[in-house]
Structures are given as structure tokens and as C-alpha cells.
């Protein structure tokens, strides 16, 4: 990896439109139960942890699951082993 190959702020920079996000093909039957679990539910509960990569993950889960049922209602649980 090289960290100091550019300066944080440009990064911060990028248009951010340019960005193509996409579900790769091996996981396309997570997003179709994702899918069809979110049609049915009457509110989203996202438990993950509480560190960057969770809350990636409960990003691109609530994009899947808004796209199919924007109006869910989302909620955010937070847990730590401490």
C-alpha cells in the first residue's frame, strides 16, 4: 500500500459522482434476499460494528434495501464489548 501517495485532503476532493458501485456477481443472491426480506419488513434494524467497515456494510445495505422500499423506517443499534 502506499498511504503517502497523496495528500488526504485530495482525496477528499474526487468528485464523488464518478464513483461506479455495483454488487459483484458472487453476491447478487445476498441482494435478492436483501431485497425480498426488506419488501416485507416494516422497519430495518442495522447492527453492526462500530467501526468504519460496519458502517460501510450498513450503507450498502440500506441502499439495497431503500431501492426496493424507500420508505423504511431505519433504525441504527450500536454495540461494544467494553
Same mark, same amino acid.
Given at each position: 500500500? /502506499?498511504?503517502?501517495? &497523496? !495528500?488526504?485532503?485530495?482525496?477528499?476532493? =474526487?468528485?464523488?459522482?464518478? %464513483?461506479?458501485?455495483?454488487?459483484?456477481?458472487? /453476491?447478487?443472491?445476498?441482494?435478492?434476499?436483501? =431485497? %425480498? =426480506?426488506?419488501?416485507?419488513?416494516? !422497519?430495518? %434494524? +442495522?447492527?453492526?460494528? &462500530?467501526?468504519?467497515?460496519?458502517?460501510? %456494510?450498513?450503507?450498502? $445495505?440500506? =441502499? $439495497? &434495501?431503500? !431501492?426496493?422500499?424507500?420508505?423504511?423506517? $431505519?433504525?441504527? !443499534?450500536?454495540?461494544?464489548? +467494553?
Amino acid at each position: 500500500n /502506499k498511504w503517502n501517495s &497523496c !495528500a488526504p485532503r485530495d482525496l477528499l476532493r =474526487e468528485d464523488m459522482t464518478r %464513483i461506479k458501485r455495483y454488487v459483484p456477481d458472487d /453476491k447478487q443472491n445476498l441482494k435478492q434476499q436483501l =431485497e %425480498i =426480506e426488506a419488501r416485507k419488513a416494516d !422497519a430495518l %434494524i +442495522l447492527w453492526l460494528d &462500530c467501526d468504519r467497515e460496519g458502517e460501510a %456494510i450498513c450503507f450498502e $445495505v440500506l =441502499e $439495497v &434495501c431503500h !431501492a426496493v422500499k424507500p420508505g423504511l423506517d $431505519v433504525w441504527r !443499534a450500536k454495540f461494544s464489548s +467494553l
